[in-house]
């Protein structure tokens, strides 16, 4: 199974602070990796496929890069809606798997 | 408006079975491929299962394999995942979710609680 591993596990960020989320996987996945937001008590929310193209309706502030096996989301000038955990996720192999999550706080 | 919404879920003692259905609106099941993601109290997102638009090929996550079956009835608009011989670690929110690569359409969930 690929592992994907992400970092940090939290970090405490301020409003317009530009934000950095990253994720490696144990092996190479191409572009094979997208990003989701989740709030507490909400189901998961896709902002990025393909390691960096942005979901539509999804804010310019989001931006996905990388490939091969080193990724990372980067939020823009923070706002208080973005405080959340966020997860990547490779659809390179079966089973699919999910980083373990970021928690974006204040 | 396109959703999928769960439901089944409940508190079963350990060995139990317990069986969860997905329906889906808005859209045509039988073009998708479906897949059933887990997430337990305070942790994070694991996948569990998929299954292709029309049956024929399922794959399941090691710790469901011999255990959890997915299936669907794409007449009837339907996702299942039957789960048997229940074990405390599978207790967590199931997420039926539309898609095999990348995860657009999500439910609420259904809450599952193995525990005696």
């Known amino acids: 199974d690929i592992q994907m591993t992400q970092s940090p596990s939290s970090l405490s960020a301020s409003v317009g602070d530009r934000v950095t989320i990253t994720c490696r996987a144990s092996q190479s996945i191409g572009a094979s990796l997208n990003w989701y937001q989740q709030k507490v008590g909400k189901a998961p929310k896709l902002l990025i496929h393909i390691a960096s193209n942005l979901e539509s309706g999804v804010p310019s502030r989001f931006s996905g890069s990388g490939s091969g096996t080193d990724f990372a989301l980067t939020i823009d000038s923070l706002q208080p809606e973005d405080f959340a955990t966020y997860y990547c996720?490779?659809?390179?192999?079966?089973?699919?798997?999910f980083g373990q999550g970021t928690k974006v706080e204040i | 408006e396109v959703q999928v919404v769960e439901s089944g879920g409940g508190l079963v003692q350990p060995g139990g079975s317990l069986r969860l259905s997905c329906a889906a609106s808005?859209?045509?099941?039988?073009?998708?491929?479906m897949t059933w993601v887990r997430q337990a109290p305070g942790k994070g997102l694991e996948w569990v299962a998929n299954?292709?638009?029309?049956?024929?090929?399922?794959y399941y996550v090691d710790s469901a394999k011999g255990r959890f079956t997915i299936s669907r009835d794409n007449a009837k608009n339907s996702l299942y995942l039957q789960m048997n011989s229940l074990r405390a670690e599978d207790t967590a929110v199931y997420y039926c979710?539309?898609?095999?690569?990348?995860?657009?359409?999500w439910g609420q969930g259904t809450l599952v609680i193995v525990s005696s």
């Open positions: 996720q490779q659809y390179y192999s079966i089973p699919r798997t």
């Open positions: 979710v539309r898609g095999q690569s990348y995860f657009r359409v």
């Open positions: 808005g859209f045509t099941l039988s073009s998708y491929w």
């Open positions: 299954i292709k638009e029309v049956g024929g090929e399922k």
